[in-house]
């Protein structure tokens, strides 16, 4: 893969030199050290909120935590995330997945409700995000040339690819319930899809908020006003108040708690070193020496949002797809998603107007957003010349891509690894192996 030389973003501070971007948004990507006049980067930082709303909201509610909370504290720790890295890693980070099956069982949460054991999860996440920062603090000081020996592009490509193919069952269930959900997701599928091909220059870029809004317009005349389906209900917007703090909740550390939850920082580590070489293949910026600093920041905002009561974070597959699909790489349209979800965080009516999307909607955009996040797993192989003629080649990619789209998961003592984390070691332990053979 032949990466850019450019020397305002490779200027040796801590941030780039920034420059307003001045080319054809209809056929020019917009650089991670560029920026775009306000009204437009306003609107592309919506969609990224968009984009990561419904996972955000859905992995604290799978856990008993408060989803309002996880919204302000994925806000606040993506504005962390951008001043740590120095403006230099485009991501959004929001409520990992990645936890929810060890806080499931240290609580032996029920699946309704309130989480009443959320304070001793809290603890083991704590301590998670600290594991994950001092391995930040290591690579910061040896290089990624470690990681990069056991993460090439033939894993990390099958990394990025599983996260998509791993999501996908998940979604596709969520809107086959009915056959209204079906249609109305494969409706909002379309119309995004026509945004992308059919519109140009900003509008383009606006894909998904545009997509979603008239697919949203589309669901309340076919439900609200032509009675199919279940209809929207717009109560909940006006019994919230305009503005009102979260519950803040405090952690408490246990050593089986500890031990269950912290190992899941390995798998986070795996899963942001895929998203960050999926950047670096669609930036062609050289992200690779600032990967310590987003280690470092994933973890510090990871022990940061814990400490009040949220959930762990990582940088979100999702809006690497709407960058995919934009080519808007601009790190401050990252802060303006960070601070749009910090209002939505703080303010339960504005939280109640977004959660009225109806679920099949976001199923549909969701669709849209996996797809591509698989399609980047194979672009990094493309990217990276990948020889499929080699057996070991092919047997990494395709043990790796049947593991984690299958959702084989392996326990080791009482910690599930789940499909990614195992098809991730999977992919790490044939790399080493063959490796071995070929020395």
Known sequence: MQLIDNPDFDNGRWFPTWRAYKGNLDVDAVGINEYLPPSKSVLLGIQHTFA???????????MGFDANLAILMSGICTVMFF????GRMPSYLGSSFAFIGPVIAVTAYAGMGFNSGLDVALGGIM???????????LVMKTGTGWIEQLMPPIVTGAIVMIIGLNLAPV??????????????ATLTVLLISAVAVFTSGMLRRLLLLVGLILSYIAY?????ILGFGTPIDFSSIQSAAWFGLPTI?????????????APVAFILIAENLGHFKAVEGMTKARVTPYMGRAFLADGLATTFSAGFGGTGVTTYAENIGVMAVTKVYSTTIFVIAGLVAILLGLSPKFGAVIQTIPPALLGGAS?????????AGAKIWIDNHIDFSKNSNLIIAAV???MGAGNFGLKLGEFDLGGIGTATLAAIVLNALFNLKKS
């Open 220 to 224: 309340f005349v076919m439900t609200n």
């Open 400 to 402: 790796t891509v049947i």
């Open 83 to 86: 001043i740590i890295t120095g």
């Open 249 to 261: 909740y405090t952690p408490r550390f246990e050593l089986s708690a500890i031990i269950l939850i």
């Open 171 to 184: 979604t596709i269930q969520g809107v086959s319930s009915n056959q209204f959900d079906a249609w109305m």
């Open 127 to 137: 301590v998670c995000g600290i594991i994950y920062s001092l391995v930040g603090l």
């Open 52 to 62: 990561m709303f419904g996972a955000t909201v859905l992995a604290p509610l799978l």
């Open 367 to 375: 669709i849209v957003v996996f797809g591509l996040i698989t399609i």
